[in-house]
């Protein structure tokens, strides 16, 4: 049957391959901060049945969201608590993991994050590090429906991280994927997106660096040519090493995807599997969370990262209609289609819409009272879809009393910090409060 002919269903039905890897449809669960690990950084059972209702689900592969690489990295996570994966002690329970969803026949990769960058927490005698000393504000009107920060926030200043930290990292960084294809990962991703550690080097508005790591496309992508290269000395051609990375910065002084797609095809030549497309980031949030399906492609991001690279496989983010997701892969924009909030409301999304059950999909709503939960560190849930993030429950685990105390509380916390009304009378507070102290 022809592209032309084709329905949807069967174009993401299609196989397709990552290096060695052939994945058996176009659906990705995307990588998410919702995996209510143990407080220790191990996979809980609840880690596990949330990854295996995807899998049952339908996704053609899982990519888990947030692994931290190094301890400095796990210390200043904003999220608490992540999968960590910077020592050997985390591999058993890592392995239980990806076995667990390998039973279902679905392929597992570790996203890997070394560093949080500009967003990570300082702490004492422990400043967060960036490729410069630019910090990160966050505030209306650039902030995603329904999602409030009175006045506005400004985190940290990181400091310049020094050359000796970055090889540092470097080696930290390859160890930490060593550990993930040692628990039994398919692949991995390395995190360099919105205003982590690596995505920092990636533009000119967060890259002020005059050594060899700042200036031109080539020495703002040496960070990861120098650990994409590293990698593969160590795994080899066919492991999947995937990147994902900041498209466009979505601010006037920011970079544009064309300027992002020169330095990615920088770092794919050494041999990277996939791109995963990142929109926008902390400060352009609205454009990286939108309430729109398709809003990259608009934008034109897919189309300049495949002028700049013909051949490596990418990953289409926020993009859930699944017409437009088979258009865009027919076109050769897309490859992999990545999942976050609509998987949340409905991990059946890719069997309802692969089997022609779209009347059945239950439809995200794009409230994010999800991202409000992650933000105030409450476990993640979905109004729209009851039994998520309580998976392991439901299947018959015991629900601790703290925590069955702590969810009215929580639930209440999350519903005001979601209403109009109520933010917009804190923002005029909170903006008041500002202007008085400088004053």
Not at 210 to 216: A, I, N, W
Not at 234 to 253: A, I
Not at 288 to 316: C, K, W, Y
Not at 319 to 347: E, F, H, K
Request: glycine share 10%; net charge negative.
């Amino acid at each position: 049957m022809s592209a032309e002919t084709a329905t949807a269903a069967e174009v993401l039905s299609t196989p397709w391959r990552i290096d060695g890897l052939t994945i058996k449809n176009r659906y990705i669960l995307s990588p998410m901060a919702v995996l209510q690990p143990t407080k220790d950084g191990h996979p809980s059972d609840q880690t596990i049945a949330f990854l295996t209702t995807r899998a049952r689900g339908g996704a053609g592969l899982i990519i888990i969201g947030g692994g931290v690489a190094t301890e400095r990295g796990n210390q200043e996570a904003p999220f608490r608590p992540l999968m960590r994966l910077d020592t050997d002690e985390f591999i058993p329970g890592l392995r239980r993991m990806v076995d667990a969803v390998h039973e279902y026949g679905v392929p597992i990769f570790a996203q890997i994050f070394p560093s949080f960058g500009a967003m990570g927490v300082p702490g004492e005698g422990r400043p967060t590090r960036a490729a410069s000393p630019k910090p990160v504000r966050m505030a209306a009107p650039r902030l995603p429906h329904g999602f409030y920060i009175p006045g506005g926030r400004t985190n940290p200043t990181p400091e310049e991280i020094t050359k000796e930290d970055i090889l540092e990292v470097q080696e930290q960084t390859v160890a930490a994927v060593l550990r993930a294809r040692a628990a039994g990962f398919d692949g991995v991703e390395l995190g360099a997106h919105m205003r982590y550690l690596y995505s920092s080097f990636l533009s000119p508005r967060t890259n002020w660096r005059t050594d060899e790591y700042g200036g031109s496309t080539e020495n703002r992508a040496r960070i990861l040519v120098d650990t994409v290269r590293a990698i593969r000395s160590e795994v080899g051609p066919d492991y999947p090493v995937g990147l994902r990375m900041s498209t466009n910065d979505h601010l006037p002084d920011g970079q544009g995807p064309e300027g992002f797609a020169e330095v990615a095809a920088v770092i794919e030549k050494e041999g990277l599997g996939y791109i995963a497309l990142s929109d926008a980031n902390y400060e352009s949030m609205d454009d990286n969370l939108t309430s729109r399906s398709g809003a990259i492609l608009d934008h034109g991001e897919p189309q300049a990262f495949r002028a700049a690279m013909p051949t490596v496989p990418l990953l289409l983010s926020s993009t859930y209609d699944p017409q437009q997701c088979a258009d865009a892969i027919s076109a050769g924009v897309a490859d992999g289609i990545m999942l976050a909030r609509q998987l949340l409301a409905d991990p059946e999304f890719p069997n309802k819409t692969l089997q022609g059950r779209e009347e059945e999909i239950v439809w995200c709503d794009h409230d994010n009272s999800c991202l409000r939960r992650l933000i105030f560190n409450v476990p993640v849930r979905c109004h729209k879809n009851p039994a998520m993030g309580r998976e392991s429950i439901l299947a018959g685990a015991r629900e601790p009393i703290s925590v069955k105390l702590q969810n009215p509380a929580q639930n209440l916390l999350i519903a005001a910090t979601g209403s109009p009304v109520l933010m917009g009378l804190a923002d005029k507070l909170a903006t008041a409060g500002q202007k008085a102290s400088k004053s």
